[in-house]
């Protein structure tokens, strides 16, 4: 489906030095998504689904806070985790996560345990 492809390059990730990581639209992205709901005949609502695999690929382990997302199967709502060097996992954000990134153009999903 066309809608599956642009959604596939609608997310700009970031990290920084106060964020682990940070999923952001672009507005005009935002744009598109609202043209296509507009266009499709009675379709009013998209559920989009983001799954992020992150990898630590430091030499030490991570101390982070996961907001409104899963990681692995484990649902945080603002929950410490810890990941070691070398190893992987799944975010998935939640539909609040999703929907304010749409919304403000930004979601924080894992920011550092300070």
Known sequence: MIFDQLIKRL?????????LLNVSVPPSIKQNIDRVKANSYGMT??????????????NKKLS?????????????IYNNFFVEPNHEFTIKLSDVSVDNALINGESSVLIYDK
Do not use: E, H, M, Q
């Open 11 to 19: 997310l700009i990730i970031i990290s920084n030095k106060n964020n």
């Open 45 to 58: 609502d998209i559920d989009l689904s983001v799954s992020i695999n992150f990898n630590n690929d430091t």
């Open 64 to 76: 982070f806070y996961a907001i409104s997302s899963y990681i692995g199967d484990t649902p945080a």
